[in-house]
């Protein structure tokens, strides 16, 4: 074996099973990418991208990505940092998601592999000349293989820095399934979005083999191994077997875009590609401008981040001065990334609405205002929540005392009241007095008086009074009738 054959046996064909198995894209492009593979000559084809990879074009090695790695490119940094990509002179790491995504770059074009942009995302994420990282993507998708490992390294970078994400055109399946982790997502307003779900594809050639006579026989150790074997009939079983597999691959997608972007997002993986107006109003992104307004808007955001910094550090160094010494003690020894302490990255709508589910939109804006962590909303929302249960039982404490007093003053109304009628009937007794003559008026005006009284109630009561309340705001207002009503008891 010459050397020339050696290279490509161990480059050009080395990561070929990384077409199979399930993807995460958008079926026209997949459609196409099946097209171009199903007429593709193999030979020349090697031969050209041996020439490509003998040029540097395209790195013929795994890339490592191990916690080792990490530790060696925080040390690196003294010798100019371990991101080695764009960026900007703002402190911006542009890193690009380009093409249908596999875990190592396709020999059929220049997409990412997901692995370089691993490699990319975590060397940004703890280079300290690197203030921000904004993910570029454009891109239909990919292999479900690597996605997830990929959509993890974009949390753990976030986690240390503000991380943005913008969509050039097209953010689809695995694509979005990465770029959703971003703490904003914006795109153009032309760029399609969603696609989400997940798809894989057997084909049944039975009937085509028996038309040609043709009856393959699969021998193996199970009823599913072997299935899908050229010119075997696909059972149902075997069907069933596939479409679950699908789903719970499914399944990870479906978690992974509703914790990154806050809601149940289970409703939306149908598969359909929204236009960017239509994908903000389904909350998949947040904003709808050019890549350089949104550049812009995330450098901005990464001044005020380095303000409320420099003003926590300043607030720290006092309190450190201030410390015992054996609390300051505790913390020597501890080795932190350089570049990521006091980092607050300020939480998303997505985040804010997902964390403090009822707040209102004024409390909302307020934490988007002040640029507030997660932590920090999470604390102001519950704090806000003790504040309105406070109010709450004062308010109802207040009325129970009110109600006690208003029931103690009528209380005492009746029994004066009472008091007041057994005197005036102890009047009408003494001698001099016509008690047969005053009797009779006495009588018809008490009696009448009563009825105004109850009267009074009664539109009280179908004003929606209970019948306690009607009594006592009838008593307060006609406090005449009311004494008369009591008179004629």
């Known amino acids: 074996m010459n050397q020339e054959t050696e290279l490509l046996g161990a480059t050009g064909d080395r990561y070929i099973d990384s077409y199979l198995g399930a993807w995460c894209i958008e079926p026209s492009h997949g459609n196409a990418l099946l097209t171009i593979g199903q007429s593709l000559s193999l030979e020349p084809h090697r031969a050209q991208h041996f020439v490509r990879l003998n040029s540097g074009m395209l790195a013929p090695e795994p890339i490592k990505l191990s916690s080792v790695e990490m530790d060696a490119s925080v040390n690196a940094q003294s010798q100019g940092g371990p991101y080695s990509g764009q ?53 239909p998708g990919g292999t479900v293989s690597g996605t997830a490992d990929a959509a ?49 594809v057997l084909y049944d050639w039975s009937a085509a083999a028996e038309k040609n006579g043709v009856k393959a026989y699969v021998f193996s150790t199970g009823e599913f191994k072997g299935a899908g074997t050229p010119g075997a009939e696909i059972t149902e079983k075997q069907r069933e077997y596939y479409q679950a597999l699908i789903n719970e691959t499914n399944s990870h997608f479906v978690d992974a875009v509703s914790k990154s972007r806050g809601f149940d997002a289970k409703h939306l993986f149908d598969g359909r590609v929204h236009l960017a107006k239509d994908a903000k109003s389904l909350k998949l992104i947040d904003d709808v401008m050019s890549i350089d307004d949104f550049y812009n808007q995330f450098v901005s955001h990464l001044s005020k981040s380095n303000a409320r910094t420099a003003r926590a550090e300043d607030t720290s160094n006092i309190t450190a001065e201030a410390s015992p010494p054996e609390t300051a003690s505790m913390t020597q020894g501890i080795s932190m990334p350089e570049g990521t302490e006091n980092k607050k990255i300020a939480a998303s709508l997505a985040e804010i609405e997902a964390a403090c589910q009822g707040a209102s939109n004024d409390f909302i804006v307020a934490q988007l205002k002040g640029n507030a962590t997660l932590d920090e909303a999470k604390t102001a929302y519950f704090a806000s929540i003790l504040a309105r249960n406070a109010a709450l039982e004062a308010k109802v404490k207040t009325l129970e005392e009110a109600k006690a007093e208003t029931k103690a003053e009528t209380k005492t109304e009746t029994k004066a009241e009472d008091e007041k009628a057994v005197e005036q009937k102890a009047t009408a007794k003494t001698p001099g007095n016509s008690a047969v003559g005053n009797a009779s008026d006495t009588t018809i005006v008490g009696v009448n008086a009563a009825s105004q009284f109850m009267a009074i109630v009664a539109e009280k009561k179908k004003a929606g009074m209970d019948s306690f309340k009607a009594l006592v705001a009838a008593a307060k207002e006609e406090p005449e009738l009311h004494a008369a009503y009591i008179a004629s008891k």
């Open 87 to 139: 960026l900007t002179s703002d402190g911006v790491a542009i890193i690009r998601l380009n093409g249908s995504l596999m875990k190592f770059q396709s020999s059929m074009s220049s997409s990412t592999g997901t692995v370089e942009f691993r490699r990319a995302v975590r060397a940004a994420s703890v280079d300290s000349r690197v203030k921000g990282i904004m993910l570029v993507v454009e891109s």
């Open 152 to 200: 993890d390294d974009v949390i753990l970078a976030g986690s240390r820095k503000p991380l943005w994400t913008y969509a050039e055109d097209m953010i689809a399946s695995a694509a979005y399934w990465i770029g959703s982790n971003g703490q904003r997502i914006g795109s153009n307003r032309t760029a399609l979005v969603g696609s989400l779900g997940t798809v894989g």
